[in-house]
């Protein structure tokens, strides 16, 4: 029987519960969000070969040419090295072509926006060709000429537009031809289709879609280990991922592979502003993942130097420093911000060195900026930043990480429930149920949503919560960490079981929590190692339902939320104490399996998704049966 005390003040829900948590991991960007179609555009990917690169040779047996990385008269110290390409015999043409993150997707009546820096020597002042064409080169979707390179490096601007007739596929690679002999140099060579809201240098509308429809009220930029990267050089520097993008470096991501910071500081605002979201800002913290670190003093300060200097370039008018270069990227508009997170779980520095480092940065920041929220990434609860207490004096917010099994998202989904209220408030900044691959199963949704439960019925204390990691490129070599929310490949993008539970938590959410008390509800066994079975370990039992509910007080609606996490239907009771009046007919929506081990994917996109109807026979008391492996929530109106 569970009862929902409408009889009882509820706490106000926290209107940034859910939000989104970003990193280049996965080929989230590059291969991913990012709409670029030509990979390694810098020639940077590997220092020896023009890696997803090849020559191709003209149609006719006599042509002959080579292709080398070349560092002889660069085109600046961001782009350092080039392609060059010597053809001797041009035969029918001899080209280079460029395969991108696992084939490039083309679709019918599309406009495709190219790039590059070229020059060259020789090659008779004959144009050059660009297409984008099949992998086999016998079908050209799209072709364009471009003049003939002069001898200094100029940048050229071309179009491809694809017929009625093409079929959308990710068969397809990029090629450009010469016609003559000569030498020619390519750097930069860039391929954008159609962006989310026509943004320049901008996003996958299929993703940026995905998104939207799960209204995240923030985005945690940039997250996780990417923030840190593996030693200073490669931390994510902010200052470098800004302007024009031939004077972005790029860096080595630590989950090894390079990002071109296409997608930099600017880019992710614009993906707040375009999704509705505040960014969560996470300034680089002095430590790094192979462990080193500079402890609070001088040596730290231009680091801290450079987070003030980050904000203002967010928040700053037009008429302070990094405000106007802001202006001068293209937006002239701050942003809005509230939250700042120092670092990213910082309790593995083992040192100790955080508690002097989060403080030098948040006095610095308090300093300018009072009003902003400070995040600490020690000092939660969880087995990580655990270990160290919450920085003295200074901790308003912790940031909590969890990755576990269903089981464990199930038997800790009440631990809120029981955490001080006069601590520091909770920022679940990573978690997730690591279950399926690449994408998750139904049993991780499962237990996605009964901590779901946990955090909503505590949201005045659980202020936010992203899950990590959001993205993974399904081709193979395209996942670095496993049981990711949304998938993709060149072509097309899906959400997993688990991304509809949170798309179905946070578009259903009210502004105050109902307090809810349950009794005999059916439990669920604990399936044992055979090492545990063996070493005589006892199984735990824990509930097998789950609940939330928060109401909507301008609307008069009550969200209910009920997790049946067993392969049985489950029939209960249900009392709405103190409502004046609960009407008999609502909305539910419903999202279940046959099996736990069910799940969506790239080819079968939609086989376990939300399903709407109208429920008759609700009341201030009624009786309902709630389906086997479901997580069903409930639009109740009442006054
Ligand atoms: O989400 C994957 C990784 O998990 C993040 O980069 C890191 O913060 C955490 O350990």
């Known amino acids: 029987r569970l009862t929902l005390h409408l009889d009882q003040p509820g706490a106000a829900v926290s209107p940034g519960l859910y939000g989104l948590m970003t990193e280049e991991i996965n080929f989230s960007y590059e291969g991913g969000l990012y709409g670029e179609l030509i990979r390694n555009r810098s020639f940077k990917d590997s220092a020896k070969t023009a890696a997803f690169w090849s020559l191709l040779p003209g149609g006719s047996t006599s042509a002959k040419a080579t292709m080398s990385l070349d560092k002889e008269k660069p085109v600046g110290p961001a782009l350092p090295v080039s392609l060059r390409v010597d053809v001797t015999e041009a035969g029918d043409g001899v080209g280079i072509a460029n395969e991108g993150y696992w084939g490039m997707a083309v679709r019918p009546n599309t406009t495709y926006k190219g790039s590059l820096f070229a020059r060259g020597s020789g090659g008779s002042g004959q144009p050059l060709s660009v297409s984008l064409q099949s992998k086999d080169g016998k079908t050209v979707f799209a072709s364009a000429e471009v003049a003939a390179p002069g001898t200094e490096w100029a940048p050229v601007h071309f179009s491809l537009v694809t017929g009625a007739g093409v079929q959308p596929t990710a068969d397809a690679r990029f090629v450009i031809r010469a016609r003559a002999a000569g030498s020619y140099w390519f750097s930069l060579v860039s391929l954008f289709p159609p962006t989310y809201k026509d943004r320049l240098n901008g996003n996958r509308p299929d993703i940026m879609q995905l998104l939207a429809d799960m209204k995240p009220a923030f985005l945690r930029l940039p997250g996780g280990n990417y923030l840190e990267g593996n030693t200073f050089s490669q931390r994510w520097d902010w200052k470098k991922t800004i302007g024009p993008v031939e004077q972005r470096p790029g860096h080595l991501s630590p989950w090894h592979y ?382």
């Open 258 to 639: 390079r990002s071109t910071d296409g997608m930099g500081l600017l880019e992710f605002l614009g993906w707040c502003e375009d999704l509705h979201m505040e960014p969560v800002l996470a300034v680089f913290a002095g430590y790094v993942l192979n462990r080193d670190y500079i402890e609070a003093g001088p040596f730290l300060q231009p680091f801290v130097d450079d987070a003030v200097d980050e904000i203002e370039y967010v928040t700053g008018d037009v008429h302070t420093k990094w405000g106007a270069r802001r202006a001068a990227d293209g937006h002239p508009d701050p942003f809005p911000l509230h939250y700042i997170e120092i670092g990213n779980e910082d309790g593995f520095d083992a040192s100790g060195s955080y508690e002097g480092r989060y403080a030098q940065f948040y006095d610095a920041i308090k300093a300018k900026y009072p009003q902003l929220h400070i995040i600490s990434t020690v000092g939660g609860k969880d087995g990580l930043g655990g270990r160290f207490p919450a920085p003295a004096g200074r901790t308003e917010i912790v940031d909590e990480h969890y990755y576990r099994n269903a089981w464990q998202m199930e038997e800790n989904a009440g631990q809120y429930d029981h955490y001080d209220r006069s601590g520091p408030k909770v920022f679940v900044g990573e978690w997730a149920t690591r279950e399926g691959d690449p994408t998750t199963n139904f049993n991780a949704a499962l237990g996605d949503a009964a901590w779901m439960t946990g955090m909503e019925r505590n949201s005045d204390l659980v202020i936010m919560s992203c899950y990590a990691p959001l993205f993974v490129n399904v081709n193979p070599g395209g996942m670095q960490w496993r049981s990711d929310l949304i998938g993709y490949n060149a072509l097309t993008s899906f959400g997993s079981p688990s991304y509809y539970a949170q798309q179905l938590f946070s578009t259903h959410l009210g502004d105050s929590i109902v307090r809810l008390s349950w009794e005999n509800i059916p439990t669920q066994t604990q399936q044992l190692t055979a090492k545990d079975s063996a070493a005589g370990v006892q199984p735990k039992k824990i509930d097998a339902l789950f609940f939330s509910a928060t109401r909507d007080t301008k609307k008069g609606v009550i969200h209910l939320k009920v997790v049946n996490t067993q392969g049985v239907d489950q029939n209960m009771m249900i009392d709405v104490a103190g409502a004046g009046k609960v009407a008999t007919a609502g909305v539910a929506w419903t999202l279940n399996a046959d099996s736990p081990t069910e799940t969506n994917t790239i080819s079968e996109p939609t086989k376990i998704v939300p399903v709407k109807y109208g429920v008759r026979g609700l009341g201030k008391s009624f009786r309902w049966t709630f389906p086997a492996y479901s997580i069903m929530v409930m639009d109740i109106p009442f006054t």
